[in-house]
């Protein structure tokens, strides 16, 4: 059966002489597999595979058999055409960072609109934002994919709760026996982050590149704890490397 629905590609890996199997986060099916035959012919003149890469917000017609593990597309287009992604580094590593990240949480076939709409318009965004201001969004990022997925934070920062306990999954009033580094001033620094809403104010919580890599692997670590995710992201080493 034949139906139109909006995706992220995750992943893509090569198949055969002149196909794809691509992992696509879709607005109307969750995290979906998909065979393209023929993208990657050399008849064709068009490179139509870079529109699988990581990142890549499409508009999809596909044939969808729910008996079926592996789908097939028929037509795709571009949804957005990314004007800065690709010539920036520092954004090529939060894309990645944040596709990887999605492909290890999301459920396979669970619809989950809400989180698809953040993410598209979370990447949007990331696009047309000067790389020298979106040091923030990775964090931000992985704070609302843990919400969305149901997995908040237990209580805020304050004089009595001054402390991130990662088992607990929130703040507390003693210290953790493994603290992951993170430091008073980190769970300060958080408290702020849970708070924002918006793009503009993202901007204005001012945190170092220390404070943001602590921050991220210790919210790694709480999905690592408290979801059915396990294992390590690849693209946190590069992320480290370009956020200052």
């Not at 699988?52 to 017609?61: D, I, K, T």
């Not at 090529?92 to 076939?109: A, D, G, K």
């Not at 693209?235 to 370009?242: D, E, N, P, Q």
Request: some cysteine; charged content about 15%.
């Amino acid at each position: 059966m034949l139906n139109k629905t909006n995706g992220i590609v995750l992943r893509s890996i090569k198949y055969g002489d002149s196909s794809l199997i691509t992992n696509i986060f879709t607005a109307q099916y969750g995290v979906q597999t998909y065979m393209i035959q023929g993208v990657r012919s050399s008849k064709v003149k068009q490179n139509r595979a870079g529109s699988f890469q990581p990142g890549m917000l499409l508009e999809l017609v596909v044939y969808q058999q729910q008996q079926k593990n592996m789908q097939r597309i028929k037509e795709f287009q571009p949804a957005y055409i990314y004007s800065t992604m690709q010539e920036s580094v520092v954004k090529n590593c939060i894309v990645l960072f944040s596709v990887e990240l999605l492909l290890r949480v999301l459920p396979e076939h669970a619809p989950l609109t809400s989180l698809f709409d953040f993410a598209t318009d979370y990447f949007i965004t990331l696009d047309k934002t000067p790389a020298e201001q979106a040091g923030n969004f990775p964090l931000f990022f992985i704070i609302h994919c843990s919400q969305a997925l149901g997995y908040e934070l237990k209580g805020s920062y304050g004089t009595d709760t001054p402390y991130l306990d990662l088992r607990e999954g929130g703040f507390t009033p003693n210290p953790p026996a493994a603290t992951h580094g993170i430091t008073e001033d980190d769970s300060r620094a958080l408290t702020q982050m849970l708070l924002v809403n918006d793009y503009g104010t993202l901007q204005e919580v001012a945190l170092n590149a220390a404070m943001r890599m602590r921050l991220i692997e210790w919210y790694v670590a709480f999905l690592n704890e408290h979801t059915q995710y396990s294992g390590h992201l690849k693209s946190l080493a590069v992320l480290r490397t370009i956020l200052h």
